[in-house]
């Protein structure tokens, strides 16, 4: 009999990694004091950013396109946030729709309704010596593409760059209080446009994880909301890198159930397995509401 555990672990592992991305891209954007509402858009337009080149320019090139289109909606998002202090929900969600229009008709245009399904050079695991070979673990956490040992190299980094340099701790000053920081020679609007293009890389390099490390081709709507789940994912890890990451493995842990579930043949329909992630999305926003103190000055103008 196949043991269910290891594989549950590593689609565990390579269904967080993409949230993982995105979600830490979205941490500092929401702890400078703003929020990135359209992540879905820019996770879409990675992911076409990526399929559009990776014949050409192959894996590494793919990679480079979906940070710049990511980058590419978060410049737009920082245009109307930032300078013309439009409302972040109004224009995140503008921005959403039209990265997932304008990547249908882009894709339809380019390569017709058959698409490149299966053809584009895809990103493989990369095993760690000896930590690859730690029964039932090792393959699950140390032989997966290297977008996995991204995530494992920015949590780190990240929270203590936070917390121990003087960008960070500006960067959560304007967050708590912008007028505050001002005062102390601190461009709020700067800052916030490098947290958001940041955030953007991230997402942009969240959707090109999606089509090179995992599927290997490109699907309409395949964010299939899981900028909208990160940014639930951020709540729940409390703003902070380590509690993000934990969160987004919990939400991995979620999407893999519904492949165990199913392999049981279970007489429900598959639409309840599909829901899992969804349902946790609306259960982790409940439990974390009113508890846990976001930047003060999150989502103000």
């Not at 579930?261 to 009113?290: D, M, N, R």
């Amino acid at each position: 009999m196949i043991d269910p555990v290891a594989p549950f672990l590593d689609a565990t592992v390579r269904t967080a990694t993409p949230l993982a991305l995105a979600a830490l891209g979205e941490t500092l954007v929401e702890r400078s004091g703003t929020i990135n509402i359209g992540l879905e858009g820019t996770i879409i337009a990675g992911a076409f950013g990526a399929v559009a080149v990776a014949t050409a320019a192959g894996v590494p090139g793919a990679f480079a396109a979906a940070i710049a289109a990511g980058v590419l909606t978060a410049v737009l998002l920082a245009l109307f946030i930032v300078e013309l202090r439009s409302d972040a929900i109004v224009t995140g969600t503008a921005v959403t729709l039209l990265a997932l229009g304008t990547t249908g008709l882009l894709y339809r245009a380019m390569f017709g309704t058959a698409g490149v399904a299966l053809t584009i050079p895809t990103a493989g695991p990369v095993p760690i010596p000896l930590l690859s070979d730690i029964p039932v673990i090792g393959r699950a956490f140390f032989a997966q593409p290297v977008t996995t040992y991204v995530v494992y190299g920015t949590v780190p980094v990240l929270a203590w760059w936070l917390s121990h340099t003087h960008a960070g701790l500006a960067l959560r000053a304007v967050g708590e209080n912008p007028a505050a920081a001002a005062t102390a020679g601190i461009s709020p609007r700067r800052v916030r446009w490098w947290a958001l293009c940041f955030g953007g890389a991230l997402g942009g390099l969240s959707g090109g994880c999606l089509v090179v490390a995992q599927v290997g081709t490109f699907a309409e709507g395949m964010s299939a909301g899981r900028g909208f789940i990160a940014i639930a994912i951020v709540a729940l890890g409390r703003w902070s890198p380590v509690g993000v990451a934990i969160a987004s493995v919990l939400f991995g842990a979620a999407s893999a159930l519904q492949f165990v579930f199913q392999s049981l043949g279970w007489a429900l329909p598959y639409q309840l397995f599909l829901a899992l992630p969804y349902i946790l999305t609306l259960l982790a926003l409940a439990s974390v509401a009113g508890r846990h103190a976001a930047p003060a000055a999150l989502g103000r103008r």
